[in-house]
């Protein structure tokens, strides 16, 4: 287990360095993910509806746009050189390598909505400040679960034809329950709603992080294995 | 008997099967008090949609099958039953909204159980995708493999996350823990129904396997 995870933090180091260095991708999705928000300003009838009816909607639609395009370059990047052979051959554990680029894409993931949820609160004029603290784990809990399984999937897609379309294609029904359920805890948390009330939710989404988190790590050997 | 002529059999004998519902939902069955003869679709509609479940259900066990065992007919399986799920799925997608327009006066509503359904639609449409662009025939039942696997379990989440919406899709009236709520005529066509869009399940994968074994032999 500890070899497990040391090995993990080498595979995410790696891809964080190589993200960091280059900023291209990181500063990319930032201004993506500003531009929805924008777009989602003209998309709306101002004095017909409330943002705040919105608000939960736009947020999480923003949010899984800008992990879905991150996602694509998890694995793209690995196949200049070959690198994905070398990363295969090297003496780790595959379940290791996914845990890895799973929490690369998580950091990435999760940066881009650190950008993203003041631009949105600015944007919109939505007060976030006084609920941060459980707007923060419900977004956590959810990006686990859709980056666990985009993660896996954008592995699948990698040497298929039209990846970047794909991706989507396969992965948005598989956003369906932790972007229902965020967006409900959310609404709820802006209109500031005793969390009791979603309590069903809130286990929902936890278990989709456990069953998709363990799913995925079990079925990627088999899915990268030549 | 090759395996292609007893699946056009099976399927000869599923279409008459087919013939014999719509006699029984027409002419044998009440009709039903608030909901007119709109109901009467009930018959097809309720064992199409089991059949889209079945191919579902098969397509992630073969999917498991496959990846214990890398044997490559539960591969081939899984495809066809995936293909004969979509056209059940179609039925089940098109003869919905025809009886929720007279009945609850709208099309499409995001209930439970349509929502499901479309997803279920939309995952099969996915496999089909996903196995269309991978060229490679192992990498391929791998993939596809994994994808199946992966849907299957998506489907109890999507359910139970639909489910907490509030529903206006009609409540189970056959599988449930009290008695089925239903007269007795209405019950054995609904049966009827379901032997045989099972039979026409079997006999469409059937046919479909068996073409895509000659494929396999002569690709």
Request: some cysteine.
């Amino acid at each position: 287990m500890g070899e497990l995870l040391r090995d993990a933090w080498v595979v995410a180091r790696k891809d964080l360095a190589l993200e960091l260095r280059t900023r291209v991708g990181l500063i990319s999705a930032v201004v993506f993910t500003a531009l929805v928000l924008t777009v989602f300003n003209f998309g709306r009838d101002p004095t017909a509806v409330g943002v705040l009816d919105l608000a939960p909607s736009i947020l999480w639609v923003t949010f899984t746009f800008a992990g879905m395009l991150s996602l694509n370059r998890a694995f793209q990047l690995e196949l200049e050189n070959q690198a994905l052979e070398g990363l295969l051959i090297s003496p780790i554990d595959r379940r290791s390598l996914y845990l890895g680029k799973l929490a690369a894409n998580l950091v990435f993931v999760g940066l881009v909505e650190a950008v993203g949820l003041p631009l949105f609160a600015l944007f919109f004029n939505v007060p976030v400040w006084d609920i941060l603290a459980p707007l923060a784990a419900v977004i956590a809990v959810a990006t686990i679960g859709f980056v666990a399984v985009g993660t896996l999937f954008s592995a699948l897609v990698i040497r298929v034809r039209f990846a970047e379309l794909m991706l989507p294609v396969l992965l948005l029904p598989f956003l369906i329950p932790p972007l229902v359920g965020a967006v409900q805890v959310t609404s709820r948390l802006f209109s500031h709603r005793p969390l009791s009330e979603v309590e069903g939710w809130l286990k929902l989404l936890l278990a989709y992080d456990l069953v998709f988190v363990s799913l995925a790590s079990l079925l990627f050997p088999t899915t990268v294995d030549e | 008997m090759t395996l292609r002529s007893k699946g056009r059999w099976i399927n000869w004998f599923g279409l008459l099967l087919l013939a014999g519902v719509y006699v029984r939902a027409i002419a044998f069955t009440p009709v039903e008090a608030s909901q007119g003869g709109a109901q009467k679709i009930f018959y097809l509609h309720v064992p199409a949609a089991w059949s889209t479940m079945l191919a579902m259900g098969l397509v992630g066990l073969a999917s498991i099958l496959y990846l214990l065992m890398k044997d490559e007919r539960f591969d081939r399986f899984a495809a066809c039953s995936a293909e004969v799920g979509t056209a059940f799925a179609c039925v089940m997608l098109t003869t919905g909204p025809l009886w929720a327009r007279p009945v609850w006066g709208t099309w499409w509503t995001w209930d439970a159980r349509l929502t499901l359904t479309l997803f279920l639609f939309f995952l099969f449409v996915g496999y089909q995708l996903l196995r269309g662009a991978v060229a490679e025939p192992g990498a391929r039942a791998r993939y596809s493999a994994v994808l199946g696997i992966f849907g299957l379990l998506l489907l109890p989440f999507i359910h139970l996350s639909v489910y907490l919406f509030r529903t206006l899709h009609p409540q189970p009236i056959v599988l449930k823990p009290s008695a089925p709520s239903l007269p007795g005529a209405m019950l054995v066509t609904l049966l009827y129904g379901f032997a045989t869009f099972t039979v026409l399940y079997v006999g469409f994968v059937v046919q479909r396997y068996a073409i895509a074994t000659e494929d396999a032999h002569v690709g």
